[in-house]
């Protein structure tokens, strides 16, 4: 069996050559390296502090780990919520000039009818009026606004569960 050598191979020492080595189809043999345990607990076995630091050092790592990926998932929803709110404002700029510039045709429109100065007062009129409705509204809305009733009561109970139960003198 003739064997060419694969152009795109990591490393030729990578490489299987004719001769070199045991055959291809043989499994490999069991490393018998000293000081390693195996699963009949053969070599050194750790004390249970050694266990104990090594867990708290994982961790302690991990939580490191969780930390640092939650800041970055915060920083990119806050960029993307950034972006979000900037083009909701250019949204509201835009709609505030369609609402100034239809007012001004209405005002034009009402001047032709009753002159200039009579329709400019409707037109203010009926600003009023819808910001008087919309402020009437958003007061109403602003007293349901309850806060945050479950935090507070949970940030209530935290000094009791930091310093235990204490019996009540009667």
Wanted: hydrophobic share 45%; glycine share 12%; charged share 20%.
């Amino acid at each position: 069996m003739s064997y060419t050598p694969d152009p795109f191979a990591a490393a030729p020492s990578a490489r299987h050559t004719a001769g070199s080595g045991p055959d291809p189809g043989t499994p490999p043999a069991p490393a018998t390296a000293a000081g390693t345990a195996g699963p009949t607990g053969t070599g050194e076995q750790q004390s249970l502090g050694e266990l104990v630091a090594e867990v708290s050092r994982d961790l302690s790592t991990l939580l490191r780990q969780e930390v640092e990926l939650a800041k970055a998932e915060a920083k990119q929803s806050a960029q993307r919520a950034g972006k979000g709110a900037g083009m909701l404002a250019g949204a509201g700029v835009a709609g505030h000039m369609v609402l100034l510039f239809l007012s001004v045709a209405l005002w034009w429109a009402l001047g032709a009818v009753m002159g200039r100065g009579w329709s400019a007062l409707v037109v203010a009129a009926i600003w009023a009026i819808v910001a008087a409705v919309l402020a009437a509204r958003g007061r109403k809305e602003l007293r349901t606004v309850e806060g945050m009733p479950e935090t507070t009561d949970t940030l209530k109970k935290i000094p009791n569960a930091v310093r235990g139960h204490e019996e009540k003198n009667s």
